[in-house]
């Protein structure tokens, strides 16, 4: 199997999750657009979608699934998203699509994290993928100071401005071993928006496609 067909297995078999009548988070990716694909085909029995980000609105919306905002929403059983890595405790690194900071309030507000994924995204250690960051653009150059504080390499994302107005710094060299740690200090640094590891709301659920089917990993 191509890893785009491993990529829509896991979206597909995503939908076992998604219970009658609610609203579903969206996240954001080509593996969370294999969701949008198939959740497109049982649109008759969901209210509607909340989204990670402006790309994942339009595709919801041009197949006619009604996306809400956030704040008008009380409850969200589901948030469905991709991942760059995924350790064994369910712990992630997200932001190559440079959508962080939405995925992690959308996932913050769901009872559940469903992650999809293909076989290549399972590591033991993260940090292999450059971890990105969200920073306030007027921040960067002092962001990237603390980052080498921290042992990473910084690198700014040419060209790239996030669905919030922010710019992303990639930050490569690191052996993350202590995610909830290493989340916390790159939160405290002043000028940083949101980082992309997803320890202290990791997932519940991974859906790993592999070459023997869709793995269930809790
Ligand atoms: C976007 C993300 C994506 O979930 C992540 O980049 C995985 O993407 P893909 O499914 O295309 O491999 O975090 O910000």
Redesign the pocket.
Known sequence: MTQNEL?EAVGRAAIAYIPDDCIVGV??????NYFIDALAEIKGRIKGAVSSSEASVARLKSHGIPVYELNTVDELPVYV????EINHQLQMI???????TR?KIVAAVADKFICIADESKLVDILGNFPLPVEVIPMARSYVAREIVKLGGHPAYREGVITDNGNIIIDVHGLQITQANDLESKLNQIVGVVTNGIFAHRRADVLLLGTANGVKTIK
Request: glycine share 32%; charged share 25%.
């Open positions: 990529k996240g954001t990716g080509s593996t969370a998203d991709g991942a760059d997200k932001g190559g699509g440079a959508a962080l995925e």
